[in-house]
């Protein structure tokens, strides 16, 4: 049950969230490649995907308080 309807600064703060999730998986990702080239690709998407979820995970909990 929602109390009152959406807003705009609540929707720009979750479009931050969203875009600040992508350009974390981004930079974790190609950290991990410039790290270690040897490293595969698929190794690589997964470790930043995780990093970018727990990341993204955390910013919502601290938006919705």
């Given at each position: 049950n929602v109390a009152e309807p959406p807003s705009l600064p609540e929707l720009?703060?979750?479009?931050?969230?969203a875009w600040s999730s992508?350009?974390?998986n981004?930079?974790?990702?190609?950290?991990?490649?410039?790290?270690?080239?040897a490293t595969?690709?698929?190794?690589a998407l997964i470790l930043a995907s995780l990093g970018a979820m727990f990341d993204q995970a955390l910013?919502?909990?601290?938006?919705?308080?």
């Open positions: 720009m703060r979750y479009v931050a969230v992508i350009a974390t981004y930079v974790l990702y190609a950290s991990i490649l410039y790290a270690g080239p595969a690709p698929e190794a910013r919502v909990a601290r938006i919705t308080q």
